[in-house]
């Protein structure tokens, strides 16, 4: 007995080892690439399971005849079209941040179906900005900003001022020769107006490229710059060169968050200032026609007819994400914003530049946010649909674009129509749903995987529908990283034929101002 006994666990001990030892095998030999390749290309199920909720067909695609005729149209409408090479009066770019073609892509479902186009993605122009820096391959949106503001690349980091200037070096960004300046000056030198509007702070990275000149991105406030240079340190803050810098002074349209960063922290309770200043005050005492607005009640209800400038600050830091508003919030929207940016700047008869930034889309990424961060990029497209409407072809340039992308996939062969913050069809070797969204890293990770068992969790048990659901990471980092990709640029208007190809993002405003006569560079003004 105690011998058949043994010989029973011997066997069910070798049927286990047996097991293991095949689910530990690859499904297919290293060398066999054809094997391989059938796994590449999963024939998956024509019905999609039944947890795969709103899938859907299109029986008017399965005909030759639809993607024919929709190939014609296409063909029609490139060679009925005319290049308009007339002045632009007016430029607009639009700074969808973080907005990477992935984005974009997974947005379009968020439209009804990924079938659907954004406002930009029907500008009759597209092409792809390089982002690296000088010393780094994956840039940040600080020397982005430069680059497709100012017209040079930079490095990580810094805003306004060239190659010359590293990170952190308080001595080198006080010398004017390494300065460069932004396509709002070049428009403010020729008579036009300029202005900038954001969902982050106003003293953030990417406005910032609009007005200042810094080694340090995080220099938002005297008190963050003097704990790096110096209580002694005569270098200046952003949210000091917006008030009283040589570009920032003279903006005529300003608004966003970062209450904050303007005021001492001994006149307000939320201040982060520590000399003794409030530079809102000093801003309205600019001049006794300044408007500033706190409210979008305020903005709203504003006579901008009569305000020399307007400036607004609605969150002590960034905006609240839309899906985070409700009937109580008080903050206007990205369109609100623009269409009275449009309407007050509009008053110059020479014309105007307005940087517009959508510049929630990156947080939320680098929080692993999916849901709001697509969210947030159709909040951008209203804006752009709106500056349209507003504007005409005929005169003014829009241009569309963003600083970098996000290590964001968009994945796993999921049925047309299907919830994509939901599981793709494809099952991993775990036997546990994945994702149709995900990062390559990011603070989520330890939400989806189990450190002590070493296992991934069923992400669909993680998952709440909540705005603030994270997805899933690959590697743990406290804040997920921008991508190194190409960023696509899409232009309407003026010379937005230019705009075509593959090119350094910092040739966007050597193009813009190109086309409306701006800058030191070509000017369709001094040609034949």
Request: proline share 3%; hydrophobic share 35%; net charge negative.
């Amino acid at each position: 007995m105690s011998g058949g006994y043994h010989g029973k666990l011997l066997t069910l001990f070798i049927l286990t080892l047996l097991t293991i030892t095949a689910q530990a095998l690859p499904k297919c030999d290293r060398n066999d690439e054809d094997c391989r390749e059938r796994f590449m290309h999963p024939d998956l199920p024509n019905e999609p399971p039944k947890d795969v909720v709103n899938s859907r067909a299109y029986e008017t695609e399965k005909s030759n005849d639809y993607w024919l005729n929709q190939g014609k149209e296409f063909i029609k409408e490139k060679l009925t079209a005319q290049l308009n090479t007339k002045r632009a009066k007016n430029v607009i770019l639009f700074l969808g941040d973080g907005m990477g073609l992935t984005t974009i892509a997974a947005t379009r479902n968020l439209l009804g179906g990924e079938e659907k186009s954004l406002a930009f993605e029907k500008f009759p122009y597209t092409g792809l900005s390089k982002t690296y820096a000088i010393d780094k391959i994956v840039s940040d949106s600080a020397c982005t900003a430069t680059a497709y503001l100012c017209g040079i690349k930079a490095n990580e980091g810094t805003i306004g001022v060239n190659g010359h200037v590293q990170r952190d070096d308080c001595l080198a960004m006080q010398d004017q020769d390494n300065y460069v300046y932004s396509i709002a000056k070049w428009a403010m030198d020729v008579g036009k107006s300029a202005g900038v509007v954001t969902t982050t702070r106003i003293t953030h990275a990417s406005p910032a490229g609009v007005y200042a000149h810094t080694a340090e991105r995080d220099w938002e406030n005297d008190s963050e710059l003097k704990e790096d240079c110096g209580s002694d340190s005569t270098a200046q803050d952003i949210a000091y060169q917006l008030i009283h810098g040589e570009v920032g002074s003279k903006l005529k349209f300003v608004m966003g968050g970062g209450k904050k960063h303007f005021i001492d922290s001994s006149l307000y309770e939320k201040g982060e200032r520590s000399d003794g200043r409030n530079l809102i005050n000093d801003y309205k005492q600019q001049n006794a026609k300044n408007l500033y607005v706190e409210t979008h009640e305020q903005l709203m209800n504003a006579n901008l007819d009569e305000a020399e400038r307007v400036f607004g600050l609605y969150q002590d830091s960034h905006l609240l994400y839309h899906l985070e508003t409700n009937e109580t919030t008080t903050q206007p929207t990205l369109e609100e914003m623009t269409r009275k940016a449009i309407e007050y700047l509009s008053k110059n008869d020479e014309g105007y530049f307005i940087f517009i930034e959508g510049g929630r889309i990156d947080l939320a990424h680098h929080d692993n946010m999916a849901r709001i961060a697509l969210d947030e990029a159709v909040e951008f497209s209203k804006a752009i649909d709106a500056a349209r409407e507003m504007t005409s072809e005929d005169d003014t340039l829009i241009v569309v674009t963003a600083d970098h992308s996000h290590a964001f996939s968009y994945a796993g062969y999921p049925y047309r129509g299907s919830d994509i913050f939901s599981r793709t069809v494809a099952t991993p070797d775990d036997q546990k749903p994945f994702l149709v969204l995900s990062y390559a890293n990011g603070p989520s990770y330890d939400t989806f995987y189990d450190v002590e068992k070493h296992e991934r969790r069923d992400p669909l048990q993680v998952l709440t529908g909540d705005a603030h659901d994270s997805f899933p990471s690959t590697l743990p980092l406290d804040s997920e990283t921008h991508g190194g990709d190409d960023v696509a640029v899409y232009a309407s208007g003026p010379w937005s034929h230019l705009f075509t190809g593959v090119y350094e993002q910092n040739a966007i405003p050597h193009m813009m101002g190109y086309a409306a006569c701006l800058g030191e560079g070509l000017k369709v003004c001094d040609s034949p």
